[in-house]
């Protein structure tokens, strides 16, 4: 059963740092490309980082670039998300996909707030 896991979402204030992990099962993880999304209330879900098969390239929306990294471990088949200087803006939904050749794979997400 293929599933992805997200943890380590929560509240807090302007300026904390937060990281989310997501773990994978059911598939094979390394081969597929890892992305973090996310939706605030009342917007469409956005992208937010992106991390290829061997970690070896990653993307980041300019509203977090400089203040969140993506990361994978494949021995752990997990990828994360180092959120740092988080703002109020940041408040949403945090959902890992995988990707390969078109094969989709969502999580369930992981409410992250942020407070002024």
């Known amino acids: 059963q293929v599933q992805l896991v997200e943890s380590g979402g929560g509240v807090g204030q302007a300026g904390d740092a937060l990281r989310l992990a997501c773990a994978a099962s059911?598939?094979?993880?390394?081969?597929?490309?890892m992305r973090w999304y996310r939706q605030a209330p009342g917007k469409e879900r956005e992208l937010v980082a992106t991390?290829?098969?061997?970690?070896?390239?990653?993307n980041y929306a300019d509203s977090v670039k400089g203040r969140f990294t993506i990361s994978r471990d494949n021995s752990k088949k997990t990828v994360y998300l180092q959120m740092n200087s988080l703002k109020p803006e940041d408040t949403a939904v945090y959902y890992c996909?995988?990707?390969?050749?078109?094969?989709?794979?969502w999580g369930q997400g992981t409410q992250v707030t942020v407070s002024s």
């Open positions: 996909k995988a990707v390969r050749l078109g094969i989709i794979h």
């Open positions: 059911g598939f094979t993880f390394s081969s597929y490309a």
């Open positions: 991390i290829s098969i061997a970690g070896g390239s990653t």
